[in-house]
């Protein structure tokens, strides 16, 4: 599934495919102006994170409301993750330590990130075909420019019927 988004100035494509282990995610995010990257964060699970070039996406099950799964990776290749809970005085775990992988590569025009996320970590059976409801974006800092997949409000991005939904078959 390939699908653009475009609420903002450069182009952002966006691939996901899986296997019995892992949702893989792609992100192609042009960039004339590599060199205005904002990249402040320096270390894993720093929240500022958010505040960088970053892509993100969060996720869950089809069938549960909570919790949602939150995976966000810098330009630079640092890593945000984090579970959030719908109940009171529990809402942010960042604690949640999942099994992922990454990269980040630059090219002349465009920066690349490329996230693998293993089945196990979102606690799903991968029992195709494995409906998701989901949102991925990309924050392009230095421009003060955010885009979601699918729009959310933005005082409460993590409210679930503003997701998509997606069917993962082989």
């Not at 500022?48 to 949602?68: F, R």
């Not at 392009?140 to 699918?150: I, S």
């Not at 959310?152 to 998509?164: D, T, Y």
Request: charged fraction near 25%.
């Amino acid at each position: 599934m390939t699908r653009k988004i475009h609420t903002i100035s450069v182009g952002t494509n966006v691939s996901i495919c899986a296997d019995s282990e892992a949702i893989y995610f792609a992100f192609e995010c042009k960039e004339p102006y590599l060199s205005k990257l904002k990249c402040q964060s320096t270390q894993n699970d720093d929240r500022t994170i958010s505040d960088d070039d970053n892509v993100e996406i969060v996720i869950c099950k089809h069938e549960n409301k909570y919790p949602l799964y939150y995976f966000g990776l810098s330009a630079k290749g640092l890593k945000l993750d984090y579970t959030y809970n719908n109940v009171k005085g529990e809402e942010w775990n960042f604690e949640y330590n999942p099994k992922w992988q990454s990269s980040v590569s630059h090219n002349k025009d465009s920066w690349n990130a490329e996230l693998r996320i293993l089945w196990q970590s979102l606690q799903i059976e991968p029992t195709f075909p494995i409906k998701l409801k989901l949102n991925f974006g990309r924050n392009r800092a230095h421009f003060k420019e955010k885009a979601k997949w699918a729009p959310s409000l933005r005082w409460a991005p993590f409210e679930r019927k503003w997701f998509g939904n997606i069917t993962v078959d082989r």
